[in-house]
């Protein structure tokens, strides 16, 4: 992505988890950006398959994973650098 949407918020934009100013903001800058509009298509996408996961899948014995888990996602946080700062 070359602009100042962060993949959380676009996940937190498709999961309905932001404030209704937040959801106009981004809806529209979504609907304005090829590059977003692809990332909130993926992320529904990698949601749906989630959900088709048998329950047993999801709710596991997880306490091997966690720490591969965590590490993975610190990994990822690091690659995408720091948070751009907020629009004036």
């Known amino acids: 992505m070359t602009c100042e949407q962060e993949t959380t918020e676009l996940a937190a934009y498709v999961m309905a988890a932001l404030d209704p100013g937040e959801t106009v903001r981004v809806d529209g800058h979504v609907r304005a950006c090829p590059g977003c509009a692809g ?3 993926e992320i529904r996408t990698a949601l749906a398959a989630v959900r088709l996961l048998p329950d047993e899948e999801l709710l596991g014995d ?3 994973k966690l720490a591969e888990l965590r590490e993975t996602a ?6 995408e650098g720091p948070p751009a700062p907020p629009p004036r």
């Open 39 to 41: 990332e909130v298509d």
């Open 62 to 64: 997880w306490s091997g």
């Open 74 to 79: 610190v990994r990822a946080a690091l690659a």
